[in-house]
């Protein structure tokens, strides 16, 4: 699901900026596309940001689990301390594999956020305003 959100934000991202191209050369200010291109930007990012964050929690626990390894018991004189190969090891973790991915909510409310912003405005612009007249003449640099 997180793929074809991203290829979808990609694809929406491509349009913003054409549209947000196509309204400024006609006079347009697009307030809503660069809104809309803005949310596409931030769920270009999104899966990202969350493998970071994964992985981010998965070297934290590596860190504090290498931290509790390494505390070293205060030894009071006269003890005699034996080691025994049992004790060297840590104590076996319970993995929890999980079976059922979460569906990325956040990245389809910024998605279907933005594709409301832009219709709104392409509507404006294209339907309720100027932007399908072609009595334009054409661009020149002279």
């Known amino acids: 699901m997180m793929q074809f959100l991203f290829a979808l934000s990609f694809a929406l ?8 191209g196509n309204a400024l050369s006609g006079g347009y200010a697009p307030y809503m596309g660069f809104g809309a291109s803005a949310l596409l930007l ?3 990012f999104m ?3 969350s493998e ?11 860190g504090d689990n290498f931290k509790t390894l390494m505390k070293s018991e205060t030894h009071e004189k006269g003890d ?5 190969p ?3 090891h840590a104590l076996e973790e319970a993995i929890a594999i999980e ?10 409310v910024i998605v279907v956020l933005s594709i409301i912003l832009l219709g709104a405005d392409a509507v404006n612009f294209y339907l309720l305003g100027d932007g399908l ?6 661009i020149s640099n002279f």
Do not use: C, W
């Open 47 to 49: 899966p990202f940001m």
């Open 80 to 84: 005699v301390e034996i080691l025994v």
């Open 133 to 138: 007249k072609t009595d334009t003449g054409p």
């Open 13 to 20: 991202m491509v349009a913003a900026s054409l549209f947000i």
């Open 86 to 88: 049992g004790q060297s």
């Open 99 to 108: 079976k059922k991915q979460k569906l990325p909510v956040g990245m389809m």
């Open 42 to 44: 931030l769920a270009l």
């Open 52 to 62: 970071y964050n994964v992985l981010h929690r998965g070297f934290s626990k590596i």
